[in-house]
Nanobody
Framework: QVQLVESGGGLVQAGGSLRLSCAASGRTFSSYVMGWFRQAPGKDREFVGAITWIGGSGSTYYADSVKGRFTISREYAKNTLYLQMNSLKPEDTAVYYC?????????????????WGQGTQVTVSS
């Protein structure tokens, strides 16, 4: 079992930055694919990015809408996942969720993740 707790959301002006954190507890953090998703009101949950760590090497994947603006990282000593968000736009407004997947293959499909946090609200004003 894995517990995920997001933090760091808030209100920011367009062009600003925020860093979200996701603290993980439970089973070995390093063995999971970790992802970030977001969900705006009335919309489906959307893939933001994911990070893997396989065979001593890490890889990151991003949605086209955030590529070049958002960066995912993970700090194994603290069992924490981060999402650094720069150059924020009003369309980035959503509840952001972190997720963990047992199978070590990155995927953009939310239904293929096994554990979820409760979400943190990010609001970008114009």
């Amino acid at each position: 079992q894995v517990q995920l707790v997001e933090s760091g959301g808030g209100l920011v002006q367009a062009g600003g930055s925020l860093r979200l954190s996701c603290a993980a507890s439970g089973r070995t953090f390093s063995s999971y694919v970790m992802g970030w998703f977001r969900q705006a009101p009335g919309k489906d949950r959307e893939f933001v990015g994911a990070i893997t760590w396989i065979g001593g090497s890490g890889s990151t994947y991003y949605a086209d809408s955030v590529k070049g603006r958002f960066t995912i990282s993970r700090e194994y000593a603290k069992n924490t996942l981060y999402l650094q968000m720069n150059s924020l736009k009003p369309e980035d407004t959503a509840v952001y969720y972190c997720a963990a997947r047992i199978l070590r293959v990155a995927t953009m499909k939310p239904e293929e993740y096994d554990y979820w946090g409760q979400g943190t609200q990010v609001t970008v004003s114009s």
